[in-house]
């Protein structure tokens, strides 16, 4: 099973990006990631545009340019600013996990808890932070073109490769092919919750949707998912 040194992690927040400069240079880099942020969710990555960007983050397009170069390098930056140091306390859980294993076999729980826990801590810790990012997410996920595909691909490779493969080792029964589909299911549940879609039907007495997460706590529904994602994991599948 690949160990976290061996995989190339892409995790850095620094990692592939231009050069930034300290005091003003700094605090246009950022009020143009919040503004990307902003103008990806709204518009997507198709129908974003620098200009867009730069107008709303009260900056240059020769600014942006120099900060990121390219309107996918933007994007890229956009999602590592919050990806990455998600990414790296899901390797660091995992880490943890198996070298408490010593060898032996993750329960299927613990695999799945160690990759969406970090993900409910960010938004307790900083709701507001996390909203615009996570629709980003969800229009990302949506609305793939091959740009946002290899951004993907380049941000979450390694976490793939790693859960996995401790899937595998906990489902020795599964083809490959099982738990990479099984596993991208899971992401698929991660990001309806995230995304803030997951609400209740409304009845014939009621007036609107409500999100369930105003009714359960962060707890509950990770549970919930948990149970949810290791079920379907261990089904038969009938071919």
């Not at 620094?14 to 919040?34: K, N, Q, V, Y």
């Not at 390694?158 to 099984?182: D, M, N, Q, Y």
């Not at 997951?198 to 009621?206: A, C, H, I, Y």
Request: glycine share 8%.
């Amino acid at each position: 099973m690949p160990k976290r040194a061996d995989v190339p992690l892409a995790l850095s927040r620094s990692a592939g990006l231009a050069p930034t400069e300290g005091g003003r240079g700094a605090e246009t880099r950022e009020r143009l990631l919040d503004a990307a942020e902003r103008i990806f969710a709204e518009r997507g990555f198709e129908g974003a545009s620098m200009r867009a960007v730069t107008q709303a983050a009260g900056a240059s397009v020769s600014a942006a340019n120099y900060h990121f170069g390219s309107k996918a390098a933007l994007l890229r930056a956009t999602l590592l600013r919050r990806v990455g140091p998600l990414n790296e306390r899901r390797l660091e859980r995992l880490d943890a996990l198996e070298e408490n294993a010593s060898g032996r076999p993750l329960e299927l729980e613990t695999i799945i808890d160690a990759f969406l826990r970090p993900v409910f801590e960010e938004h307790a810790a900083s709701a507001d932070a996390t909203a615009r990012f996570r629709q980003v997410a969800a229009r990302i996920y949506s609305d793939p073109p091959d740009v946002v595909a290899a951004i993907k691909k380049e941000l979450f490779g390694p976490i793939v490769v790693r859960f996995v493969g401790a899937l595998s080792a906990a489902l020795p029964e599964k083809s490959r092919e099982e738990i990479e589909l099984g596993f991208q299911l899971t992401v698929g549940v991660m990001v309806h919750v995230i995304s803030g879609h997951l609400v209740t039907v409304p009845g014939p007495e009621d007036d609107a949707c409500e999100c369930w997460t105003s009714r359960l706590s962060n707890e509950s529904v990770l549970q919930q998912m948990i149970a949810y994602v290791v079920a379907g994991l261990r089904a038969e599948v009938k071919s």
